[in-house]
């Protein structure tokens, strides 16, 4: 964390489970890595705010599937996005089906201008 630029913008450093907490939106942006695999774990997903949405831009391997399918039939996450690489099936079917799971091929970057 850059100390300067947290006081510079108001912005206060907490740690990840009180973070989980206390959010109403949980979104992972995180590069995939050994010590980012499994981040979002059956305990972490224990710790998120009962209501809130998961959002998941990063690599499917952060997740513990198991945890959120659970999660979401339980309603401790209403809802969840997923941004998936098109070409990789990483996901089983069931948490795909589930009504309150969005979607999405990773496409974020395939625009006019990158194509060029």
């Not at 890595?33 to 499994?38: V, W």
């Not at 059956?42 to 499917?60: C, D, E, F, Q, W």
């Amino acid at each position: 964390p850059d100390a300067s630029f947290a006081e510079h913008h108001g912005i206060e450093y907490v740690p990840a489970d009180e973070l989980l907490k206390n959010s109403d939106i949980v979104s992972l942006h995180l590069g995939l890595n050994p010590e980012t695999r499994g981040w979002l774990s059956k305990m972490r997903v224990g710790r998120i705010r009962p209501g809130s949405y998961l959002i998941n831009t990063s690599r499917p391997e952060l997740i513990d599937e198991g945890a959120v399918l659970d999660a979401l039939r339980g309603q401790r996450l209403r809802g969840a996005a997923f941004d998936l690489p098109s070409e990789e099936n990483l996901f089983t079917v069931p948490l795909l089906t589930q009504e309150n799971v969005l979607v999405s091929c990773h496409a974020g970057s395939n625009t006019e201008e990158t194509v060029r």
